[in-house]
Every structure is written in C-alpha cells, then in structure tokens.
C-alpha cells in the first residue's frame, strides 16, 4: 500500500512539474506580444544552425592615407594643381572630393571635376606620406606641401628638399623601394574583391 501510494504521489509530482513548466512556457511566449522578453528554448538543432550559418565578414582594413584631424590630405594643396600646373596651389573646402577615406580640396571646380572623373591620377602616391622616408621603410607625415615632384605622371610628396634631391638623382631604383615598403604598410589591392586604384 505504502509503495502505491509513493507511485501515485511521484506521479501527482511530475504531472505538477510539466503542469508548471507548459504555463511558465505559455506566460513567457504571450509577453512578447506585450513587447516583454523573448524566451527561448535552445538545443542541438539550434547549436547545428550556428554551425551552418557563414562566419561574420571580417571589415576591409582601412585605407592608409596621411591627413590631418580633420581628414584633409597633402595639407590642402590641390593634387590636380600638383600634376598640372607643376606647382603647390592652396585648395578651397567649397570645391572637395573624399578618395580612399581622406578629404581633397581643390582650387576650382574644374580641378575637383578632372580630380573626381580619375582620382587615382592625382592622388598621392603612398597615400600622401614622404616619398623619400618611404624609399627607407619608413612613414613620415610631416610633409612639406612645396616640396613635391611629378614623376611619369604621378605625384610624390616630401619632407624636406634636400632628401628630394637625393631621391630624384636615380628615381626609378627609389621608387621601386619606396613601392616595395609601401606594400608592408598597405598591401596591394585585388582588383576582384574591391576596386580602389593606386592613390596609395
């Protein structure tokens, strides 16, 4: 008698649990529609989903370019003035582009037109740092925006004349280390994953 009569109380017992656990479900799934919490109930499918489902894309890594707090370039010399005139023209925030995440100003509209129609033209080679530091392995920002030369058609920044100078007195060898530094700090792009072209 004692043995059914512990049966009957183990079973009142469970039917109580799964009694309270079916309302508790109930509560829980009606406060969403209340704007309440969201329960729910995890197991191996769940744990399988995530398995299944492709890892988060990871962010493409930031341009390197050399800007100031505000995020303008080459100082706010117009590149397009670099490259066509020969010579350091002040640029003018009213006529500005954004290229590789840093902010041209140019000194006309004409220059802001030509520069948006080929930034990688203009735009600094290693995105605005010295040339002739690069040549060493070695960035430096402070560039002098008087100091400068165009060469094959692209533009170089520098520091300092003297240092341009010497860089210039066999380019095409300083160059080629310069571009071999410049990779270490901003590898070369793939042209099938994402296009930005040469202002780097």
């Known amino acids: 008698m004692k043995r059914l009569h512990r049966s009957w109380l183990f079973a009142a017992l469970v039917a109580f649990s799964c009694a309270v656990g079916a309302s508790y479900k109930v509560k829980a799934e009606n406060l969403q529609d209340f704007g309440g919490p969201k329960t729910t109930v ?3 499918h769940d744990l399988l989903a995530q398995a299944a489902a492709p890892a988060r894309k990871k962010a493409a890594p930031k341009p390197k370019v050399n800007v100031d707090q505000s995020g303008v370039i080459l100082k706010g010399y117009d590149a397009v003035a670099y490259v066509k005139e ?5 640029g003018d925030p009213k006529f500005s582009s954004t290229y590789r995440t840093a902010i041209y100003y140019f000194a006309s509209a004409a220059n802001k037109a030509a520069f948006d129609k080929n930034p990688a033209k203009y735009a600094p080679r290693y995105g605005g740092f010295c040339a002739v530091s690069m040549s060493k392995g070695r960035l430096e920002a402070n560039i002098d925006p008087n100091v400068f030369f ?3 058609g692209r533009l170089y920044v520098c ?5 341009a100078k010497r860089f210039l007195t066999n380019p ?3 160059i080629q280390k310069a571009d071999k530094n410049w990779e270490t700090y901003e590898p070369p792009y793939n042209p099938g994953l994402r296009r930005y072209l040469g202002g780097g």
């Open 172 to 174: 095409d060898v300083n």
């Open 150 to 152: 165009v060469y094959k």
């Open 86 to 90: 020969n010579r350091p023209v002040k």
């Open 42 to 44: 995890s197991g191996d």
């Open 159 to 163: 520091s300092d004349a003297k240092g």
